[in-house]
């Protein structure tokens, strides 16, 4: 079974950036398509990235896009998200997910993002 831990959140201006790192710990991390969602206050947990277990499939929501960049490490053991051009309405804590299929293996504790002036 694997679990996941991620990192790297905090406080950001408009316009700036953070990068996020998931590190998996406890099962064979290559096999598992990754995600990465988003939880604001009062919304709905909402899926922001994806990538297949080698790298080669990479996904985005729309309002993300050209922003936002996935990338894993299999070596590592470890998924990322680095923001850029961050936005306020991009607030959210953040979660990685170990994904087989339509099974959801694990979820992070999630890291919380905050876009601020």
């Known amino acids: 079974q694997v679990q996941l831990v991620e990192s790297g959140g905090g406080l950001v201006q408009p316009g700036g950036s953070l990068s996020l790192s998931c590190a998996a710990s406890?099962?064979?991390?290559?096999?598992?398509?990754m995600n990465w969602y988003r939880q604001a206050p009062g919304n709905q947990r909402e899926w922001v990235a994806s990538i297949s277990p080698g790298g080669g499939i990479i996904n985005y929501v729309d309002s993300v896009k050209g922003r936002f960049t996935i990338s894993r490490d299999n070596a590592k053991n470890t998924m990322y998200l680095q923001m850029n051009s961050l936005k306020i309405e991009d607030t959210a804590v953040y979660f990685c997910n170990a994904r087989i299929a339509t099974h959801d293996a694990a979820w992070g504790q999630g890291t919380q993002v905050t876009v601020s002036s």
């Open positions: 406890g099962s064979a991390f290559s096999i598992y398509t």
